[in-house]
């Protein structure tokens, strides 16, 4: 693709298909950004693109994760014993994978966010059993580097600057390359698929993804290297038009709450048009729950809780 970068595709078990991580040569070796999902698919595919190019395991010096989701971090622990690659990340999605790693503690956490948001114990149980699988991937790290954004990577084609850009997780990272206006996005840009902005407690995940969106507008992106999906130009147009259509569900949600108070599990219910599976119904709830919290700390909407249970209103 570009000189000094090597983008390599990895299959994926689920509806997204694949991610990319990318190889980046550094001054001595090289860095990967993100590391795919702890499958022996993944594992092996990626071992035949090193195999490839010539690359053997301790030739990777650094690895970068953008955050701590399955797909970008399951297989790291795996990865790190075998490079011994030090490993880079953002602060808070260290915080967040620890939380994550206490499965117990979390699954209970998440399905009192279910129940409060109005769905029913049967579909919170198939939403339990589905995650189950996925939570091996979550296993505790320890970073050599704590990211907070700022940082300077050097790389043999000129400086990778952290970009910490939260909304999508809270430690979201992306990579930019100035001097070739080249961006590594991770999960926050994806030329076909808006990313997913789930709700977090004590944050407005909406808001700083919308900011953070506004802050890469600013800057000159020739190329953005997305962690799914093909590598594309027109960062600004896609900007515009995914904050469209945040707006859009806002709207969306306002119109329905002014016909009837309602739960967001109802409002999930009339907002999407097929029916969707459990895995994909529950990132659809805190998807709703982080526009409603957006709305809220406007003043646009207000909750009301009866029997453990949230309704939401016009605020
Ligand atoms: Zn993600
Ligand atoms: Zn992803």
């Given at each position: 693709m570009l000189p000094g970068i090597s983008l390599i595709v990895l299959p994926l078990p689920f509806a997204l298909g694949s991610i990319n991580v990318y190889l980046v040569q550094l001054t001595g070796g090289y860095l990967l950004v993100d590391c795919g999902m702890d499958t022996h698919q993944c594992f092996e595919?990626?071992?035949?693109?090193?195999?490839?190019?010539?690359?053997?395991?301790?030739?990777?010096?650094?690895?970068?994760?953008?955050?701590?989701?399955?797909d970008h971090m399951g297989m790291a622990p795996r990865l790190l014993k075998l490079t011994g690659a030090k490993l880079l990340l953002h602060v808070q999605d260290a915080e967040y994978l620890a939380e994550l790693a206490q499965w117990e503690h979390y699954r209970t956490w998440v399905g009192g966010v279910l129940r409060r948001s109005g769905v029913s114990a049967d579909l919170i149980a198939k939403i339990d059993a589905g995650a189950h699988?996925?939570?091996?991937?979550?296993?505790?790290?320890?970073?050599?580097?704590?990211?907070?954004?700022?940082?300077k990577i050097l790389s043999a084609?000129?400086?990778?600057?952290?970009?910490?850009?939260?909304?999508?997780?809270?430690?979201?990272?992306?990579?930019?390359?100035?001097?070739?206006?080249?961006?590594?996005?991770?999960?926050?840009?994806?030329?076909l698929i808006s990313p997913n902005i789930g709700w977090?407690?004590?944050?407005d995940p909406l808001s700083e993804y919308l900011n953070s969106l506004q802050e890469l507008a600013r800057l000159d992106i020739d190329l953005v290297l997305p962690a799914h999906g093909d590598p594309f130009s027109g960062h600004r147009e896609w900007i515009q038009r995914t904050m469209a259509h945040h707006e859009q569900r806002c709207a969306s949600i306002l119109r329905l709450l002014d016909a009837a108070p309602q739960t967001a599990a109802a409002l999930v219910n009339q907002l999407w048009d097929r029916r969707l599976e459990p895995f994909h119904y529950r990132f659809a709830v805190f998807e709703v729950l982080a526009h409603l919290e957006y709305l809220e700390r406007q003043g646009k909407v207000a909750r009301r809780e009866a029997d453990g249970v949230e309704c939401w209103l016009p605020g």
């Open positions: 595919a990626l071992w035949l693109s090193l195999a490839d190019r010539g690359t053997a395991w301790d030739g990777i010096r650094q690895i970068l994760l953008t955050h701590v989701h399955p699988e996925i939570h091996k991937s979550f296993q505790r790290l320890k970073p050599d580097v704590l990211l907070t954004g700022g940082e084609t000129g400086e990778l600057e952290v970009l910490w850009t939260p909304g999508h997780s809270p430690g979201h990272v992306c990579l930019y390359a100035r001097e070739r206006r080249v961006l590594f996005s991770g999960d926050q840009m994806l030329e977090h407690p004590e944050r």
